[in-house]
C-alpha cells in the first residue's frame, strides 16, 4: 500500500478548523442573503460584473464544476493514489445525494425563470428549472475538500484549492445559472460530502482490492470515452471537455496495464 494512501494518523486542530470552517462561513453567508432579502441584487451584480472576462473564460470555469470533468482531472492518480479516487466517488455519492435530493423537492425556478432579459446575461444553455442548490458549486468544493483532507498538508493545499473551487462557483452566477444562495449552498454542501468521502475511504479499505482497482480504472475508460460526446451546455470549453476526456481515458488504460503487468507478476513461476 503507498505510503500517501494508508489511514492517516490522527490530527490536530486543524483539520476539524478545516471541516467546519467553510460550511460555517458559506451558510453564514447564506443566511445574510436571505434575511437581507440580498439574493436578486447581489446576482445581477455579480453577473454583470462577470461580463468583464470572457466568455471563454467562465465557460471553461463552469465545465470543470461537472462531475466527469473533475473526476478526469484525477485521473492519473488512481495508478498511485487509489484511495484518493475511492473518496473521490464516495464523495460524489454523498454529494450526489445532497442535491439531487433537494433539487427536485424544490424545484425552484432559476434566475432567466425569474429576470428580465436585460438584467441577466446567459452564457451556454438557458436553464430555468432546479436551481436550488447548484451542482456545479458543490462538485468544485466537493472534490477540493477530498484533495485537501487526503494530503499530509491541508492547510496549505487549501489555501490553493479553495480558490479555484470559488471561481467555479462564481461562474454559475457569471452564465447565468443559479443564484447566489444555490451557490453558497451547494458549495457547503459540497464541501462537507468531500470531507466525508476521504473519511470514509480512510476506514472503509475496499479500493485495496485488485477487483475494486480494475473496476475504477475500467469506469475511468468508459466514462472518459463518453464524455467526448456529451453536451456540457458550453460549446466555448468544448476544447477543454475533449482534452479531459483524453485524459481520464488514458489514465484509465494505464491503470488496467499496471493492474495486469501486477498479476503477470504474481503468476509467473
Avoid at 471553461?60 to 487509489?82: E, F, M, N, Q
Avoid at 489555501?159 to 443559479?178: C, D, K, N, Q, T
Amino acid at each position: 500500500m503507498p505510503e500517501s494512501d494508508a489511514p492517516a494518523a490522527p490530527t490536530t486542530l486543524l483539520r476539524p478548523l478545516l471541516i467546519w470552517l467553510p460550511p460555517a462561513i458559506l451558510l453564514g453567508a447564506a443566511v445574510w442573503l436571505l434575511m437581507a432579502g440580498a439574493n436578486v441584487p447581489v446576482f445581477v451584480a455579480l453577473n454583470a460584473a462577470a461580463q468583464s472576462l470572457p466568455e471563454h473564460f467562465w465557460s471553461w470555469a463552469t465545465a470543470l464544476g461537472t462531475g466527469a470533468c473533475a473526476y478526469a482531472l484525477i485521473a492519473p492518480t488512481l495508478s498511485k493514489h487509489p484511495r484518493l479516487m475511492a473518496a473521490a466517488l464516495l464523495t460524489g455519492a454523498f454529494g450526489g445525494i445532497f442535491t439531487h435530493t433537494i433539487k427536485p423537492l424544490l424545484n425552484a425556478a432559476r434566475p432567466a425563470a425569474v429576470l428580465a432579459a436585460d438584467q441577466i446575461h446567459v452564457i451556454g444553455d438557458t436553464l430555468t428549472r432546479n436551481s436550488f442548490p447548484s451542482g456545479h458549486a458543490m462538485t468544485a468544493f466537493a472534490f477540493a475538500a477530498t484533495l485537501v483532507f487526503f494530503s499530509q498538508r491541508p492547510g496549505r493545499l487549501a489555501l490553493v484549492l479553495l480558490p479555484v473551487a470559488i471561481v467555479v462557483a462564481l461562474s454559475r452566477i457569471a452564465v447565468g445559472a443559479h443564484w447566489p444562495l444555490d451557490v453558497l449552498v451547494g458549495a457547503a454542501g459540497g464541501w462537507l460530502s468531500g470531507a466525508a468521502g476521504e473519511a470514509v475511504s480512510r476506514r472503509w479499505l475496499i479500493w485495496q482490492r485488485p477487483a475494486m482497482l480494475a473496476v475504477m480504472a475500467i469506469a475511468l475508460v468508459i466514462m472518459g470515452a463518453s464524455l467526448a460526446f456529451t453536451n456540457l451546455g458550453y460549446p466555448q470549453a468544448d476544447l477543454l471537455k475533449w482534452a479531459l476526456s483524453a485524459l481520464a481515458f488514458v489514465s484509465g488504460l494505464v491503470a488496467l496495464r499496471q493492474q495486469w503487468a501486477h498479476r503477470a507478476q504474481k503468476v509467473a513461476p
